[in-house]
């Protein structure tokens, strides 16, 4: 690890369970071959929270970020256990700004299945991965994608989270790689990104495993 | 939702129309926000945004307003309207203004994903509507005639009459009026419509190269005839032949197609043996015939032979309420050879053509759209883009002195520069105190 580039934070805002930043920061560096570091938390975001709505303004936290010292990352991931909202949304499981820096992971709506019954932890643990992976696409530029089949299709609801898959399709990885690949100044990481497959299918098996 | 569109987000919250954008770019959409209505009837004359997000309550222009605004002025664009809990009756108001639907704020992520669905599929259909439309008026109606003044409405009423006999047909009308349009529309409804359609210009040939062309020639006839060739008059066969500005045609061409009008049948330069033709005439002329008549320049049998029945086109001046009309056609027709976004013509402009006397008819109109369109930077055309009109020269009497050719050319630069002297001087490449100069000396004055 240590000899990798150190690319992508991966923090917890406020108490969030240690194996879920595992299983997010696992997930980033198995799938896109980046390196990740989980770094100590931050405070409880107080400051976000909606008194109106008792749910946390993802916006307004992303702003935060922009304060803090996360210069040595390239892209930094922050995982929380609160609801968390956009003005116009009743709420979001991410949040990421196209082409940013910084993007948000809630745990808060992925513990409950579509019928309201708790779900297990490695589903939920599951949920959260493909969040963090997809919000990830968007600080890549990656856009939403109309192919079913892929991670960076827009899921609305828990439901469609949990069809959506955590590989991505054809076109998105190409992309991904492409801008990876523009990224990178790493001469080391050039030549993996060379040898990443992306685009493999059997990657979602590999998950369930 | 398939398809890139152009979305613009109208709403004085910033956090919202923030939100929303970065949600849209997300699909890749073009976006842009407004913070008020009027804002976003500035931008929408500017570019034509396929949809609009439209929250109800802002200050200034609410809206609603807003909806009613972009539905007169721009149909084509498709409004969604954000409501917050508690005014349904808004939202339904909106929905019977023509507002395409509307979310209740805040909304289920995936409620704003199935209105983009919805939205799309009603893009699609509209599409489909408007391709089906465009079919089935080529069919029912006259390509590229475009009118709906009396005159031109008698016109398309006489057209499928006159096109299920073989009479001779005699259109009138100034030059740029479209009678070569109204000869290929009679020919399409005849029942010769699958056979050639041949037009001749006779003003543009001299009267040897006609008699030629018409009548074709055997081989070595005259120099330059390396091998035989066939008439136009034979190679129309069964089809329509339109002979434009039959009044130049020389006393002897008139006597020799009278002769083929009577008796169906040619016979080529250099050769004896006459061939059966079949064929509808149309002639057409700007020219006073019957002047020609009186003056001996134009046979009287030749006259009453092609004027079996007399079609009148009107000047463009005389059907001014089809100007609108045919900007509008203009503009898609330009807007899509182009691919230029002009879809608009402000009221000022409108009253400007409406006002100019088209010496030059359809035609000109047609030219000056085309040119207007070309050069704009913007997607509505203003009366600065038809600044040459008014710098037409009129036909001249006697030839211009330099100081009168400078004086015109002054007030017409002032002009379209709105009078603004530091601009003008820069176009003159003079500076401003001697543009004043000439000013006061040639006593220029603001145009009414």
């Keep these: 690890m240590s000899s990798k580039k150190r690319l992508v934070g991966v923090v917890p805002l406020g108490e969030v369970p240690e194996i879920a930043l595992k299983v997010i920061a696992a997930h980033i560096s198995g799938y896109l071959n980046l390196s990740v570091q989980i770094l100590p938390p931050l405070e409880h975001p107080e400051y976000a929270l909606d008194e109106k709505r008792f749910q946390y303004n993802a916006g307004i936290i992303l702003k935060a970020f922009e304060s803090k010292r996360f210069k040595d990352y390239d892209k930094v991931i922050g995982v929380l256990n609160l609801d968390l909202f956009i003005p116009i949304f009743t709420h979001v499981f991410g949040e990421a700004k196209q082409g940013g820096k910084f993007a948000l992971v809630s745990l808060f709506r992925l513990r409950k299945n579509p019928d309201g019954s708790p779900s297990p932890s490695s589903l939920t643990y599951e949920r959260a991965a493909k969040v963090a992976l997809h919000e990830l696409g968007h600080l890549f530029n990656l856009l939403h994608c109309r192919e079913k089949n892929c991670l960076m299709h827009f899921s609305g609801g828990i439901q469609d989270l949990d069809e959506t898959p955590i590989y991505l399709c054809r076109y998105c990885s190409t992309f991904l790689k492409d801008r990876l690949f523009r990224q990178s100044d790493n001469e080391e990481s050039l030549k993996k990104l060379d040898k990443i497959p992306l685009n493999l299918l059997s990657s979602k098996e590999r998950f369930r495993q | ?448």
């Excluded at chain 2, 036909?395 to 630069?413: D, F, N």
């Design chain 2, 1 to 448: 939702m398939d398809e890139k569109m152009s979305i613009m987000v109208v709403d004085d919250e910033e956090i919202v129309r923030e939100s929303l954008s970065q949600w849209f770019k997300k699909y890749d959409h073009v976006v842009e926000t407004s913070s008020s209505g009027f804002e976003a009837l500035d931008k929408l004359e500017k570019y034509p945004f396929q949809l609009l997000f439209v929250d109800i309550k802002m200050p200034g222009m609410d809206g609603i307003e807003l909806l009613e605004k972009v539905k007169t002025e721009y149909p084509d664009s498709m409004v969604v309207i954000i409501t917050a809990y508690g005014s349904i009756e808004s939202a339904v108001k909106a929905m019977k203004i023509g507002a395409s639907d509307y979310l209740l704020k805040p909304f289920k992520p995936d409620q704003l994903s199935l209105v983009m669905e919805r939205i799309s599929h009603q893009k699609r259909l509209l599409l489909e509507h408007d391709y089906l439309k465009g079919r089935l008026e080529k069919i029912s109606r006259f390509d590229n005639i475009i009118g709906q003044s009396p005159a031109m409405e008698d016109i398309f009423n006489l057209i499928p009459e006159v096109a299920q006999s073989d009479s001779s047909i005699l259109l009138i009308g100034e030059t740029g009026t479209g009678k070569e349009l109204v000869a290929k529309a009679i020919h399409a409804k005849s029942r010769r419509s699958h056979l050639p359609f041949i037009a001749i210009n006779c003003g543009a040939l001299p009267d040897t190269l006609l008699e030629s062309e018409l009548f074709g020639h055997q081989k070595g006839v005259f120099t330059g005839a390396t091998q035989a060739r066939k008439g136009f008059l034979e190679v129309v066969s069964g089809g329509t032949l339109f002979l434009d500005e039959i009044g130049e045609i020389s006393p002897k061409m008139q006597i020799d197609l009278l002769r083929v009008l009577e008796e169906k049948k040619i016979t080529s330069i250099g050769s004896r043996e006459p061939v059966d033709v079949d064929f509808r005439l149309i002639s057409a002329t700007s020219q006073d015939l019957g002047k020609g008549i009186t003056d001996g320049s134009f046979r009287e049998d030749f006259f009453y032979r092609i004027n079996v029945i007399m079609i009148d086109i009107p000047p463009l001046k005389k059907r001014k309420e089809d100007i609108p009309l045919l900007i509008q056609h203009f503009l898609e027709k330009y807007g899509h050879e182009t691919t230029k976004k002009v879809d608009r013509v402000t009221r000022d402009a409108m009253e400007l053509l409406k006002r100019y006397d088209w010496p030059g008819n359809v035609r000109e109109l047609e030219n000056a759209v085309e040119r207007a369109v070309v050069l704009s930077q913007s997607r509505t055309l203003g009366i600065k883009d038809f600044a040459f009109l008014r710098s037409s020269p009129a036909p001249l009497s006697r030839p211009l002195s330099l100081q009168e050719v400078e004086k015109q050319h002054i007030q017409q630069i002032l002009e379209e520069y709105d009078w603004n002297v530091t601009q003008a001087s820069k176009a003159l490449e003079i500076n401003r105190v001697t543009l004043h100069k000439k000013i006061k000396r040639f006593n220029l004055e603001r145009r009414p």
